[in-house]
């Protein structure tokens, strides 16, 4: 449920609105680092946020929080180097908070009014309600399943050297520049923090809005996603620092066979898998056996009647 393509693509689990809040997520937040500095910053960062949570409401949620901590950090910045607050910081966030208002409240005030009556499946895993845990989450980022399941782990290796160098370059770097990286890997270790879930933190996360309705494995995305940052830090070290040495089509030969593993396991993925899906269900359909078949004739030939295709409690993976 993170940044997979079994999240996105034809023969996945998720749907196609999740990539789409993926990618206005990064737009949100790049533009609420702005959110300070000018007022059509503000209005552009609100919009984004406001599709990114009209696509998908977790990750809208989770712009929510790293727009927040990024808020937090720099208040703390200009309190500690005693930087006056300008009037038009404060109509630069108006802007943004008015914009989110105009143009996502007719969704999340019935979502918020409606949200006693909501509850939890009980055909769903306990572990979306209560997270893996701090031991499961962190064997798995070690272990490379995060970020490179089953293949060599090309990105969790380049996240670990991206965050050592974020830390650092933070504590040598000068204000305005490990501000940049503060936030970087300070939001990497509250992200992979909370994805532990209740199951590590119990009722402490529940200072959190919506603590009660939230999936925790969703907040794998999130976790990727700030890795995903570092791993850009790390590749753009490797690449300043080997131009310096190395000439340019020898440096991205050197890249290219660096993401060869991800490269070969991800086209494998739609080269075999989608294909393998489509012939599979190809075939089942037009067995003589296929009970769905049976089923759907029967839907066709008697549109008038109330049918049920098939249990709740297993997705319809068993008919009636």
Known sequence: YGLSLTNFSFSGYGTYNQLFATLFFCLAIGHCKHILEKRHHAILAGLFFSVTLLSHIMTG??????????LALDFVRRLKHRLHFRRSDLKNLLWFITTVALTSAHWILPMAIDGPQQHHSPIEPATKWTGIGAQAMIDTITQGNLLDGGRFPTLTLLAALGFCIAVSRAMRRRDGQRMVLNRLWLQTIL?????????TWGPMLWILPFANHLHWHRFFAVSEFALCLCSGIALAWFIQNALKKLPFA???SAIAILFLSPLIERSGYFLKTNVR??????EKWNDPANEYKTTVDF??????????????YDWGKTLL
Do not use: E
């Open 61 to 70: 949620y989770f712009a929510f929080l790293w727009i927040a901590v990024d």
């Open 191 to 199: 992200w992979i923090v909370l994805s532990f879930g209740p199951f």
């Open 250 to 252: 020898v440096v991205c």
């Open 277 to 282: 899906w489509m012939k599979d269900t190809v």
């Open 299 to 312: 839907a066709l030939k008697n549109q008038d009647a109330r049918f049920a295709p098939g249990s709740h």
